[in-house]
């Protein structure tokens, strides 16, 4: 049988830890090739050893048969290898023809000639469905446009095989969509794709075959269609996992979170929240639904001193927060799980330990008189690392170094340990595999059940549904209605998304009714 690549028995090393075992993962010509594994795992560390950014300690590779040695990504684009990573390698201020023809540049007379790049490019872009501006700054366009961008970058340098790091992590659902098609519309043209993803509905979708590993090691190969999502599961994580959240019933108590007609601005200055009211009680998650960019991102940033109030108020415990700096707004009992970990979350180029005191560096029993005691930074880490199973060599290494969902679950731990009164969870499962998932949504209603007021933000109408008690719903920065899990439905909820009035979502469902019955 003919494979493109051939990675065979690879084997990578950071020091003592084994990020790679043995590993082996084989791609058809003209296949999906989903690679499945917890966060941590080690899927972008053998992608990386593909695209040529790491030199693996064993094994080899092979393309097209033959036996290669990809030194730097240089080879791996002479070979035809191209990979779209999970945070784009973009410059912002650049339009998209400069960001695709970096490195590349074709000139006419010594002069880079922008012209006939950004006409290939547009003609690429029209090939395979793309629909890029060549002319657009890579800072005024969306993440789902930033990510075509990427994958254009690929084609231009005339890449065969694809290699996708987390490509929905960042996606809306409908770019998702989009993204999909584009994926089946490369395979149609000849290409070849692996598939880094933890999204059991995506390889179910899209890919032909899947190969797991788990902690390093290569579990096997399957074919998707011959698979289920929890067969899946279980071998992603060694264990059956439970896809609906387990809860008991809540008991609200007092308002803790009280906002009263609440107006902010986006930074262009025009009204993103607009008169919005809500309370979160003591007790209780309340999920805010609804499709990003309607004002979800001013109002966390409002609520944590993050951006100005223009006017309203907030109120927490009964006090007025209102515009106070974020370090007072956290001792006023908030947490704020960010939906950004690398620009809110972390300091990447700090020690996870740092990262994980950043709220408590400056109080006891951390600092006396001013001084920082790094023994107990380190002792409070290791804590927080064995609690929330945050995989890592120890407190000294670096936040950057560690996987997506092992630096969200640092951030959830440190948050989580200074015991708010409010937590506010934004995509706190964003980029997250099941078993992640599973632990964040039990730690999420744990503290419910310990009286605390949860906010959870999310774009994700399954995980609003499984964990809220309250669910509102949010529409061009106002709060639309409330409704309750057992009241609703995802039908309802996307109808409300969409901006739909009570009023005006009876008629629909009524209509849709009527019609269903005519048929």
């Known amino acids: ?86 945070h784009f390698m973009l410059v912002e201020n650049f339009s998209v023809t400069e960001n695709i023809i970096l490195g590349t540049e074709p000139t006419k007379y010594g002069v880079t000639n922008k012209k006939d790049a950004a006409k290939k490019v547009q003609a690429l872009s029209e090939q395979y469905g793309l629909n890029v501006d060549p002319n657009a700054i890579i800072q005024d366009i969306s993440v789902g446009m930033q990510q075509r961008v990427e994958i254009l970058k690929t084609l231009y340098r005339g890449a065969e095989i694809l290699i996708f790091d987390e490509p929905t992590a960042s996606l809306t659902p409908q770019e998702i969509v989009e993204l999909i098609q584009i994926m089946k519309r490369l395979i149609a043209e000849g290409k070849s794709i692996i598939l880094i993803t933890h999204k059991l509905k995506e390889i179910m979708d899209v890919s032909d075959r899947v190969t797991v590993i788990r902690k390093g090691q290569g579990i096997g190969t399957v074919i998707t269609a011959e698979t289920n999502p929890n067969d899946l599961a279980s071998l992603m994580v060694g264990r059956q996992v439970e896809f609906t959240t387990v809860k008991g019933e809540s008991f609200p108590g007092e308002e803790t979170l009280d906002i009263k007609d609440l107006v902010v601005l986006d930074y262009r200055g025009i009204e993103k929240v607009k008169h919005l009211n809500l309370n979160v009680r003591k007790g209780e998650i309340v999920g805010i639904a609804g499709i990003d960019g309607n004002g979800q991102s001013e109002l966390i940033e409002a609520i944590t001193g993050l951006r100005k109030v223009k006017s309203g108020t907030i109120s927490i415990n009964g006090k007025n927060v209102t515009n106070m700096k974020p370090r007072k707004v956290t001792e006023s009992g908030v947490g704020h799980i960010p939906q950004d970990r690398h620009k809110h979350g972390l300091v990447l180029d700090f020690p996870i330990g740092h990262n994980i005191s950043l709220q408590t560096y400056y109080t006891k029993p951390i600092s006396k008189s001013g001084i920082i005691d790094y023994n107990k930074i380190n002792e409070k880490a290791l804590q927080i690392i064995k609690d929330f199973d945050v995989r890592t ?18 951030i959830i731990g440190r948050e989580v340990d200074r015991d708010p009164d409010l937590l506010i969870a934004a995509l706190p499962t964003r980029g997250l595999d099941v ?34 008690d309250r669910i509102a719903v949010i529409h061009d920065g106002e709060i639309v209605d409330i409704v309750t899990p057992e009241t609703t439905s995802e039908q309802e909820l996307g109808l409300l998304m969409a901006g739909h009035t009570n009023q005006k979502k009876a008629q629909d469902l009524t209509q849709k009714g009527e019609d269903q019955h005519v048929e």
């Not at 632990?439 to 499984?466: C, P, T, W, Y």
């Open 1 to 86: 049988m003919e494979y493109v690549i051939e990675m065979l028995n690879i084997r990578k090393e950071f020091g003592t830890f084994v990020a790679n075992d043995n590993i082996t993962l084989q791609l058809k010509k003209g296949e999906i090739h989903a690679l499945l594994g917890e966060n941590g795992a080690g899927k972008s560390t053998l992608m990386n050893i593909l695209f040529g950014l790491y030199q693996p300690e064993g094994g080899e590779i092979r393309v097209r048969g033959k036996k290669v040695d990809i030194s730097n990504p240089n080879i791996a684009n002479d070979l035809g290898i191209g990979m779209v990573h999970q």
């Open 435 to 468: 078993g992640a998932i599973e632990f964040i949504h039990s730690r999420l209603i744990e503290q419910r059940d310990k009286g605390k007021a949860v906010l959870l933000i999310s774009f994700e109408l399954d995980e609003v549904m499984n964990v809220s």
């Open 393 to 410: 060599q120890g407190p000294s290494e670096l936040a950057r170094s560690l996987s997506g969902g092992n630096q969200q679950k640092a």
